[in-house]
């Protein structure tokens, strides 16, 4: 079982990851507010405070997922605690050098940074290396952390094994724990996407300190998004890869079990998750048009496995089965449905000819704050408000947690509406204020800040009733 | 072998290598872009190989045509110019049939200056190329854009290697600037059969890392340079998963 | 077009939460006895291939309708040349030198006629994105340094169109803008 340092550092992520969280929750609002001319902030700053939000939730809610994982692979392989306090090291270093660019140098080229405007400086001269090198940083830290979880697997499992694939036959002789299964595909997107993030600097770099340009952007371009869209939605199946192995045991059912449909969706999702990214350069025509197409059918690919397979099994789970409800697996759940409604936006999205009037519109955030903040987020607060209490002795009732259900629930449909409205009336994203001819823009934007204030207040009292107890 | 090849790529990325080569070329390009799909002057044509037709848009409106601007003095890009055009035509040239007609816009020149440079290219028995002169090469200029300068002293013009593609309305569909690869030919002569394609780069940029090169025999984009980076982090992983899968055996009992 | 689209998601996004609450509530109404899910094997198959199938039929229809395929087989009556650059569009009639940008304002175009816009960009990535009078988002394409991307359309209805950036390229990217007239 777990060491008590494991559980040490673990307590350690889940306080900064939170702490985070609502440092970058209210930049988020703050944004909303100058959209709607509550308040006046500089373009800069707006677009600062944007870059800051982006990378900042990109990389709590990933490594958040990661701290989950291997806190629960302890039950099946050891883990390095070396390399997770390497991680945390290289975590906390990375976020201060970003800050430093983006609240000190004013670096605001946008969480994706996209080729060439991190070189169009309109900021400290030193902030663009700085930002570059917290990615580095990030970077280096992350893929440690994810070969090492990767290698400690590999130790007890075969290849085959720790992919489930003799699961594909009737009557295995080993059984691969779905949680192995799961991430260890997730592993390997990870692993991917870090590596092209790293590939990506090595050329910006290359280019920073040569003075050249060389970089063709097309190139760079896929970079960008085949890094940014999967770490996206690889952090997300961390937190699948937590559902699967505590939904059950929080509510007091059997185990689940790796399946043959378990197995082929899993190996399947990791082909269409590396080439779902394409969907990012529909309208750069610039891109031949047969990977358009595999972008579209990949996005629509993948989400079969993940709807007949991950969603179906926590409905069947839980479908006129007699369960003991507690927080947790009510996060969990809720989270799934969050997660659900944000692929169909998602999926919608994804489709060339819709994407042509959506595309870059405020459609886009709406749909990936609404398998974040109501998906991949509610996964891991189940995991922390899960690992905060399992300590406690004796039988524990949290007596705000329909409150605090109530207000992310209320908070979080209300700030993701205006998005969706918003989407629809062709707003575009990423402005720091609107043209005056979207009438509805401003209004929705106060209105987005005042419901994800609720949001927040949910966040804060999840801190303390945490903190409190980790 | 392969992975070699990656391996010395990142090698000299990494030391900075800077590859840009900027030749004059680079501040016209943008002029590729002008007169596109405005009609082209119906010059009157003499020389070799015209059949019955007298004039550009004649020949155009048989055939769709390429538009090539020579002089036979040329002491500098011409011949190389033709030379390659002849080569790199050639696949596209078997399996279609468009005209490529090379004008000369140096009034010196004669028909019987053109014929002698086809026959120099051994180009003379070949029907789809065709040798010309016209008396209105100011105005047909002048219609495609085109600005050669003379230079008295040497007695030679200052021009850029142009081709012009007209589909067989007379439209200009598309211009092409310099010595260019066989994929952007391929481009220009889909564009005369009016085949539409969404995008085009532009010369300028430098084309180390594009992802993908219109290949004319498939009609398709293929893969270059710049795809291989796309794909390295998978075979990077790859990699790194088949190093831990080896190092894990030691450790696996049974 | 996007208003559809909206409606279409709400119903989605409504009928999962009454799925979910549907099986919620069923699990609290449960009692120790009972079984969950009759065949829920054979359930997930008829899930899965009905997913598969209605994916299939959306994939067949929209594909055609992708941009790159708008208007292939005509011939434009007219070229825009369009060049973005930080912080604004410049569009003209003739082909733009990057060593002097420069463009025509008040620009009138015809209708009903095939107008093909050429656009890249001088600088960093930007979008081209024309919405109509009612501020609608018709129709799009990026614009990227060193490439000309192709966006062909016709316009059906006249008034005033504004073009605006849809690709994050600095301080100013809420400010760039310009219009045209269809007539
Ligand atoms: C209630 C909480 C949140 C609020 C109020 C909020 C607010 C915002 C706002 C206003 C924007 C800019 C939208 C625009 O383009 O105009 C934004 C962008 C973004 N948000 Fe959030 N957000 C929240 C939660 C999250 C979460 C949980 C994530 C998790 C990953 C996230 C990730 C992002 C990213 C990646 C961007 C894009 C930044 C960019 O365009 O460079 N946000 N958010
Ligand atoms: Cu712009």
């Not at chain 1, 007890?156 to 992919?163: G, I």
């Not at chain 1, 992310?408 to 402005?431: E, K, M, T, V």
């Not at chain 3, 966006?151 to 008034?159: A, E, N, Q, V």
Request: glycine share 6%; charged share 15%.
């Amino acid at each position: 079982m777990e060491s008590l340092k494991t559980r040490k550092i673990t307590s350690v992520w889940i306080v900064i990851v939170l702490a985070l969280f609502i440092v970058a929750i209210i930049l988020g609002i703050l944004m909303r507010l100058n959209q709607g001319t509550i308040i006046q902030q500089s373009p800069v700053t707006f677009y600062g405070n944007m870059t800051t939000h982006g990378l900042t939730m990109i990389g709590i809610w990933f490594v958040a997922g990661m701290a989950a994982v291997n806190y629960l692979m302890e039950r099946y392989v050891k883990t390095s605690y070396g390399v997770n306090l390497f991680a945390l090291i290289c975590t906390i270093i990375g976020v201060l050098m970003l800050w430093s660019s983006t609240f000190i140098g004013h670096f605001h080229a946008g969480w994706t940074f996209l080729y060439p405007l991190p070189f169009k400086v309109a900021w400290a001269q030193w902030a663009t290396p700085v930002f570059l090198s917290s990615l580095v940083v990030l970077g280096v830290g992350w893929l440690v952390w994810s070969v090492s979880l990767m290698s400690q697997i590999l130790k007890k499992y075969t290849l085959s094994q720790a992919f489930a694939w003799q699961h594909f036959k009737k009557n295995p002789a080993v059984e691969t724990p779905p949680f192995i299964l799961i991430t260890m595909v997730t592993l390997v997107g990870v692993i991917a996407c870090l590596l092209a993030a790293v590939l990506l600097l090595v050329l910006l770099f290359a280019e920073y300190f040569s003075n050249g340009s060389f970089v063709n952007d097309a190139a760079a371009k896929n970079l960008t998004y085949f890094f940014g869209h999967t770490i996206a939605n690889e952090m997300l199946y961390l937190g699948l890869a937590v559902i699967y192995e505590l939904f059950a045991e929080v509510s007091g059912r059997p185990k689940w079990k790796t399946t043959w449909y378990v197995a082929v969706a899993w190996n399947l999702s990791l082909a269409f998750i590396l080439t779902a990214f394409f969907h990012h350069l529909y309208m750069d025509f610039v891109q031949p048009e047969g990977l358009q197409i595999v972008g579209q059918l990949a996005s629509y690919l993948a989400s079969l496995p993940a709807a007949g397979v991950t969603v179906f099994s926590i409905l069947v789970a839980v479908y006129r089965t007699k369960i003991n409800w507690s927080l947790t697996n009510l996060l969990f759940f809720i989270g799934v449905a969050g997660w659900v409604i944000g692929g169909l936006g998602a999926v919608i999205d994804a489709t060339i000819s819709n994407n042509f009037v959506l595309h870059n519109t405020l459609w886009v955030p709406a749909h990936f704050h609404t398998y974040n903040a109501m998906g991949n987020v509610l996964f891991s607060l189940g995991f922390f408000h899960w690992f905060a209490h399992k300590f406690d002795v004796g039988f524990y009732i949290d007596k705000n947690a329909m409150l605090k259900l109530t207000l992310i629930l209320f908070g979080g449909i209300g700030f993701l509406l205006a998005f969706y409205i918003g989407g629809a009336d062709s707003i575009p994203r990423r402005y720091s204020n609107y043209p005056p001819e979207f009438t509805m823009a401003a209004p929705l934007a106060t209105v987005a800040a005042v419901f994800a204030t609720f949001y927040l207040l949910a966040i804060l009292l999840f801190f303390l009733n945490i903190t409190k107890n980790v | 072998m392969y992975k070699n090849n990656v391996f010395y790529f990142l090698v000299i990325v990494i030391i900075g290598w800077n590859t840009s080569v900027y030749s004059q070329q680079d501040n016209i390009a943008w002029k590729e872009e002008s007169h596109v799909y405005t009609k082209v002057l119906d010059a009157p044509l003499k020389g070799y190989g015209l059949g019955d037709s007298t004039s550009l848009l004649q020949l155009a409106h048989q055939n769709p045509t390429i538009l090539a601007l020579i002089f036979t003095r040329c002491t500098g890009i011409c011949n190389p110019f033709l030379l390659q055009l002849s080569e790199k035509l050639e696949w596209e040239i078997e399996h279609k049939n468009f005209n490529i007609v090379v004008i000369s816009f140096d009034p010196r020149d004669t028909e019987a200056d053109m014929s002698a440079l086809a026959k120099r290219f051994h180009l003379d028995q070949e029907k789809q190329w065709i040798f010309g002169v016209t008396d209105s090469i100011e105005s047909l200029n002048k219609s495609i854009d085109f600005n050669p300068i003379r230079d008295e002293t040497r007695q030679q013009y200052d021009h850029e290697a142009l081709l012009v593609g007209i589909n067989s309305d007379g439209y200009i569909t598309k211009k092409l600037i310099g010595m260019r690869s066989t994929s952007d030919l391929a481009l220009l002569v889909g564009s005369i059969y009016n085949s539409f394609t969404p995008t085009h780069q532009l010369p300028n940029k430098n084309r180390l890392f594009s992802c993908f090169n219109y290949d004319p025999k498939t009609g398709k984009n293929t893969p270059g340079l710049g795809l291989l980076f796309i794909a390295l982090p998978a075979i990077l992983t790859i990699f790194i998963l088949f190093t831990s899968n080896y190092l894990g055996k030691s450790e696996r009992i049974g | 077009m996007q208003h559809s689209i909206l409606w279409l998601f709400l119903i989605l996004a409504g009928a999962s939460i009454i799925v979910f609450t549907y099986v919620y509530l069923s699990s609290k109404k449960a009692n120790q006895s009972d079984q969950g899910m009759n065949q829920p094997l054979k359930k997930r198959f008829w899930f899965l291939l009905i997913l598969f199938v209605i994916l299939g039929i959306f994939a067949s229809v929209t594909i055609p309708k992708s941009p790159y395929y708008l208007f292939a087989d005509e011939t434009p009556a007219r070229v825009l040349h369009v060049a973005a650059m930080q912080y604004a569009f410049i569009l003209s009639n003739d082909a733009i030198n990057p060593e002097s940008p420069q463009g025509e304002t008040d620009l009138v175009l015809p209708l009903n006629e095939l107008i093909e816009f050429r656009v890249t960009s001088l600088d960093v990535n930007h979008g081209f994105a024309i919405y109509d009078a009612n501020n609608q988002l018709i129709a799009q394409t990026q614009a990227m340094p060193g490439y000309v991307n192709r966006l062909r359309w016709k316009f059906t209805s006249p008034g005033k169109y504004n073009i605006l950036c849809l690709e994050f390229c600095g301080m100013d990217h809420q400010g760039m803008r310009s219009s045209f007239t269809v007539k």
